[in-house]
């Protein structure tokens, strides 16, 4: 690979790590919000939903690690 594609796919890391940083905070604030909650809405539709919403970041995040490891091995 020659010297612009790897500097693409630094890029492509850096990009990457960006959007790590900003579903972590993203994430840490639905979690936050939803901890606030009232325990009676923690546990209903509503507290359902945020840490549905949660996991679903969680899973982004490792997603993109995984992705982020296959673009350093190259």
């Known amino acids: ?3 612009v594609r ?3 796919l ?4 850096e990009l ?3 959007a790590k940083d900003i579903l ?5 604030e639905e ?6 909650l009232p325990e009676s809405f923690q546990y209903g539709e509503r507290g359902d939903q945020m840490q549905e ?3 679903s970041i969680d899973e982004a995040y490792s997603n993109l690690e995984e992705v982020e490891d ?3 091995e190259i």
């Open 6 to 8: 790897r500097k693409r």
């Open 31 to 36: 979690q936050e919000a939803f901890d606030n």
């Open 24 to 28: 972590e905070e993203v994430k840490d």
């Open 70 to 72: 296959t673009i350093s």
């Open 10 to 13: 630094s890029e492509a890391l």
């Open 1 to 3: 690979m020659n010297k």
């Open 16 to 18: 990457i790590s960006q």
């Open 53 to 55: 919403y949660i996991d």
